[in-house]
């Protein structure tokens, strides 16, 4: 992980590039399961980028234009977090395109919540 500091990487990247580690070490350890489960053909794309969703008053919602995430296929998995608290929003994404990727923030709650801004990172699982 250093030497990912010394060359620029950052604390978000270098966490995005530990989970795909993981994720791939899981899906060898799923297809070892079964004599008949083959080996899964999994690929993971990532990404993230900087957003200040505007303040969210109850149940209203945040859809962004569409982030660009090479590889990304209609029907891959999406995985997305955002670095600061959410405060009880809801955060999804989907591919809506091919190389695609659209999020959505929604406020479930009964107040106006503002995040302020921060960093979405998206990670795009190809089975």
Do not use: C
């Amino acid at each position: 992980m250093a030497i990912r500091r010394e060359i620029g990487w950052s604390q978000e990247a270098i966490l995005l590039y530990e989970i795909l580690k993981q994720l791939e070490r899981l899906a060898g350890v799923v297809a070892g399961l079964s004599n008949e489960v083959a080996q899964l053909p999994v690929t993971f794309s990532a990404t993230n980028v900087a957003v200040n969703p505007p303040s969210l008053a109850a149940g209203a919602q945040f859809v962004s234009a569409g982030t660009t995430v090479t590889g990304a296929s209609l029907g891959d998995l999406v995985t997305v977090s955002f670095s600061l608290d959410l405060q009880g929003i809801q955060l999804t994404g989907y591919v809506s395109a091919p190389n695609t990727v659209t999020y959505v923030f929604r406020n479930g709650t009964a107040g106006v919540i503002d995040l302020g801004a921060g960093l979405v990172n998206i990670l795009v699982t190809h089975l």
